[in-house]
T-cell receptor, first 116, second 110 residues
Framework: DTGVSQDPRHKITKRGQNVTFRCDPI?????LYWYRQTLGQGPEFLTY????????KSRLLSDRFSAERPKGSFSTLEIQRTEQGDSAMYLC??????????????FGDGTRLSIL | GQNIDQPTEMTATEGAIVQINCTYQ??????LFWYQQHAGEAPTFLSY????GLEEKGRFSSFLSRSKGYSYLLLKELQMKDSASYLC???????????FGTGTQLKVEL
């Protein structure tokens, strides 16, 4: 169990550019979640996958955001035409779904996005 | 919707006991999680409550009262490494997603 890994750890880009983040969940976990966290706040839910199917997206997720999990393993989160307000820590988490409500989500260290 | 309240900051002394409270207003949830997060690091799972009562795990205990909309995390024998943010989160809805409070920043002093 190598844990949830995210890449890159830090991303600095100019406003208007596109960025893509990658998340590799714990291998046997079928659920994968994306959250966004700003300074002094708790993480906010963005979207989640059960295997390769994206089952829910938050209203926070504008149409500039898209996420994929093509083979039910790793996931990517893309932000197009970045804006200042997109600056945040993007956290990925994974869990074992379908085995009761108490399965904790395990988080990666996140990708910190800074928009210049 | 869900509204979760936690104190913003707390300070405690090494070796002491501290209780971090979490109150919430919600139409329904599956369970309540507590996570610890050190600055710049991932949130790490501490405890989970689904039924009312106390769950104990080593130096950490968590309590839930659904009727009162209230939970607390109890940390005993505080150590300097316990200085971190403590996040209360409700699980529910599709995929059992988490809705977090703003977190309580705990500072442990000598």
């Amino acid at each position: 169990d190598t844990g949830v890994s995210q890449d890159p750890r830090h991303k600095i880009t100019k406003r208007g550019q596109n960025v893509t983040f990658r998340c590799d969940p714990i291998s046997e976990h079928n659920r994968l979640y994306w959250y966004r966290q700003t300074l002094g706040q708790g993480p906010e839910f963005l979207t989640y996958f059960q295997n390769e199917a994206q089952l829910e997206k938050s209203r926070l997720l504008s149409d500039r955001f898209s996420a994929e999990r093509p083979k039910g393993s790793f996931s990517t989160l893309e932000i197009q035409r970045t804006e200042q307000g997109d600056s945040a820590m993007y956290l990925c988490a994974s869990s074992l779904g379908g085995r009761g409500d108490g399965q904790p989500q395990h988080f990666g260290d996140g990708t910190r996005l800074s928009i210049l | 919707g869900q509204n979760i309240d936690q104190p913003t900051e707390m300070t405690a002394t090494e070796g002491a006991i501290v209780q971090i409270n979490c109150t919430y207003q919600t139409s329904g949830f599956n369970g309540l999680f507590w996570y610890q997060q050190h600055a710049g690091e991932a949130p790490t799972f501490l405890s989970y409550n689904v039924l009312d009562g106390l769950e104990e795990k080593g130096r950490f205990s968590s309590f839930l009262s659904r009727s009162k909309g209230y939970s607390y995390l109890l940390l005993k024998e505080l150590q300097m490494k316990d200085s971190a943010s403590y996040l209360c989160a409700l699980s529910g809805g599709g995929g059992n997603k988490l809705t977090f409070g703003t977190g309580t920043q705990l500072k442990v002093e000598l």
